[in-house]
């Protein structure tokens, strides 16, 4: 059986320079969020986003009594 290699599609980037931004600036802004909300770990590694099969997410951030 032969295999045809998966190509991935042109993604220019002017394009979607827009979303760009966009996704970046919402990643800024969750990462600001969890900085504040979470305990200090050294290096700020309690702020990272983390790769998962929906996309960019984070370990559960503390809210007063609840959990975000």
Request: proline share 10%; aromatic share 12%.
């Amino acid at each position: 059986m032969d295999r045809v290699p998966a190509v991935w599609p042109d993604l220019p980037y002017p394009a979607w320079r827009g979303t760009a931004a966009t996704l970046q600036l919402w990643t800024q802004i969750v990462g600001k969020i969890r900085l504040s909300l979470t305990p200090w770990l050294n290096h700020s590694w309690q702020v990272a986003l983390y790769v998962t099969a929906r996309g960019l997410g984070t370990s559960p951030i503390p809210f007063g009594n609840e959990i975000l």
